[in-house]
């Protein structure tokens, strides 16, 4: 399997430019986490999904940032409109998660977000 | 919510010597401690984890131990080698979370040749 993928890798933009950062999980995982990474805040979640439906969305910021997972290979992260404090590195992760087991987190290499 | 605090923040040592990340938790019903390496531009890979029904767990050169009653858990890197320079982030998460992890803030490991 090739991992959590993530595109794209680094992303530029300007201030109040809608971005979309997307997230493919490893095939069978039925879990999905988005983080954000900052170095004042650290390691945030976001938003985690279960079996392509939301569990948790009190960690998205505000009403800007939007994520959805149609099917259980893709998911996107919506920035709109951006602002230059968005910028971080945005992380994706899956898990298979078996009952209220834990289990480990796979994560994508992220995606770097500029916002001018 | 849960709370997980990390010392210290930056670490260096020599390459050989031991390395020692501990981290603090709040919530009593967390039960799943993960310790995650993350090198520069990757993601966090784990490395290893404890669960609160055991006091430690080895896995060659990397230990870690959990204490319940003072809500504490470490983690070891014995005989360090430049490689294990990355940052290091542990993690906790309890029964009811749905594999919600709340990390620390992280320690950059530095292991000087």
């Known amino acids: 399997d090739a991992g959590v993928i993530q595109s794209p890798r680094h992303e530029v933009t300007e201030m109040g430019q809608e971005v979309t950062l997307r997230c493919k999980p490893i095939?069978?995982?039925?879990?999905l986490f988005w983080y954000r990474q900052t170095m004042m805040r650290g390691l945030e979640l976001l938003i985690y999904f279960n079996n392509n439906v939301p569990i948790d969305d009190s960690g998205m910021p505000e009403d800007r940032f939007s994520a959805k997972m149609p099917n259980a290979s893709f998911s996107t992260l919506k920035i709109q409109p951006s602002e230059p404090r968005d910028s971080a590195v945005y992380f994706c992760a899956s898990s298979l998660r078996l009952a209220i087991s834990h289990n480990e987190q796979f994560f994508g290499p992220g995606t770097r977000l500029t916002v001018l | 919510g849960e709370n997980v605090e990390q010392h210290p923040s930056t670490l260096s040592v020599q390459e050989g010597d031991s390395a020692v990340i501990k981290c603090t938790y709040s919530?009593?019903?967390?039960?799943?401690f993960p310790w995650y390496k993350q090198e520069l531009g990757k993601g966090p890979q784990l490395i290893i984890d404890?669960?609160?029904?055991?006091g430690e767990k080895k896995d060659q050169r990397i230990a870690v131990t959990l204490n319940k009653t003072a809500k504490h858990f470490s983690l070891h890197i014995t005989e360090t080698q430049p490689e294990d320079s990355a940052v290091y982030f542990c993690a906790a998460s309890r029964p009811t979370s749905g594999s919600r992890l709340t990390f620390g803030e992280g320690t950059q490991l530095t292991v000087n040749p």
């Open positions: 095939s069978g995982h039925n879990s």
């Open positions: 404890i669960r609160s029904n055991v």
């Open positions: 919530d009593s019903a967390s039960n799943y």
